[in-house]
C-alpha cells in the first residue's frame, strides 16, 4: 500500500533564509507526487506535481521539489522564504495504476520568524 | 472563476445527529472526491464520484457514511448517527476528468463538530 512520510512536524524559519520540507513515500513503482499548502481558513492549493520526465520541478510562489528515486523521496525547497509562505504543507502521492486515491501525509507546519 | 465551495464552513452537533455536508464543485469536473482532516493529520481519502456513480468508497469508515452525487455536480455527505469521533474537517476536491494525475481542487471545508 502507498503511504506518505513527513517526518518534521514542525517547522521554524527565518524571513530570507532557504527552506527544505522533507518528504518520503511508499510505492513500488514511481507515483505521482504532489506538494499542497493550506494556509487558516483556506482550501489546499497545489504548490507542484511530478509525474516523470525532469526529476526537479519548479511550482508556484517559488517554490521547487525534486524526485530523488533512490531515497524514494520528494522534498519541497526554496531559497529564501517569506512571511507570507507561514502555513501547513503536505505532500501527497496518487498511485497511477489506481487512479483515485491521494495519500497525503500528516503535514508540516511552517513558523516564519521576521 | 468560482472554485469548490462547501456549505455549512461549521457544524456543531449531538451526538447521535444526523448531519448533511453539500458540495459544490467547479464546474464542468466530472471527478469529485471526499476526505476528512482530523487534527494534526492529513486529509485522508473517502469517496470518488467520477459523474453521479460513486467509482471509489474504500475509504468510507463505515456504513453510517454515505455520499450521493445525483446529477453529476453537487454532492452531499450524509452521516448518521454521528459519534464524537466523526469531529473533523471534512474536505470536498474535484478535477477535470479523475485519475491520480489530475489536479484536484480543493474547498475550504466542512468543520463538523460533535458534542
Known amino acids: 500500500a502507498q503511504s506518505v512520510t513527513q517526518p518534521d512536524i514542525h517547522i521554524t524559519v527565518s524571513e530570507g533564509a532557504s527552506l527544505e520540507l522533507r518528504c518520503n513515500y511508499s510505492y513500488g513503482a514511481t507515483p505521482y507526487l504532489f506538494w499542497y499548502v493550506q494556509s487558516p481558513g483556506q482550501g489546499l492549493q497545489l504548490l507542484l506535481k511530478y509525474f516523470s520526465g525532469d526529476t526537479l520541478v519548479q511550482g508556484i510562489k517559488g517554490f521547487e521539489a525534486e524526485f530523488k528515486r533512490s531515497q524514494s523521496s520528494f522534498n519541497l525547497r526554496k531559497p529564501s522564504v517569506h512571511w507570507s509562505d507561514a502555513a501547513e504543507y503536505f505532500c501527497?502521492?496518487?498511485?497511477?495504476?489506481?487512479?483515485?486515491?491521494?495519500?497525503f501525509g500528516t503535514g508540516t507546519s511552517l513558523t516564519v520568524i521576521p | 472563476g468560482a472554485g469548490v465551495s462547501q456549505t455549512p464552513s461549521n457544524k456543531v452537533t449531538e451526538k447521535g445527529k444526523y448531519v448533511e455536508l453539500r458540495c459544490d464543485p467547479i464546474s464542468g469536473h466530472t471527478a469529485l472526491y471526499w476526505y476528512r482532516q482530523s487534527l494534526g493529520q492529513g486529509p485522508e481519502f473517502l469517496i470518488y464520484f467520477q459523474g453521479t456513480g460513486a467509482a471509489d468508497d474504500s475509504g468510507l469508515p463505515n456504513d453510517r457514511f454515505f455520499a450521493v452525487r445525483p446529477e453529476g455536480s453537487v454532492s452531499t455527505l450524509k452521516i448518521q448517527r454521528t459519534e464524537r469521533g466523526d469531529s473533523a474537517v471534512y474536505l470536498c476536491a474535484s478535477s477535470l476528468k479523475g485519475g491520480a494525475a489530475d489536479t484536484q481542487y480543493f474547498g475550504p471545508g466542512t468543520r463538523l463538530t460533535v458534542l
Open positions: 501527497a502521492v496518487g498511485a497511477p495504476n489506481t487512479g483515485n486515491q491521494f495519500y
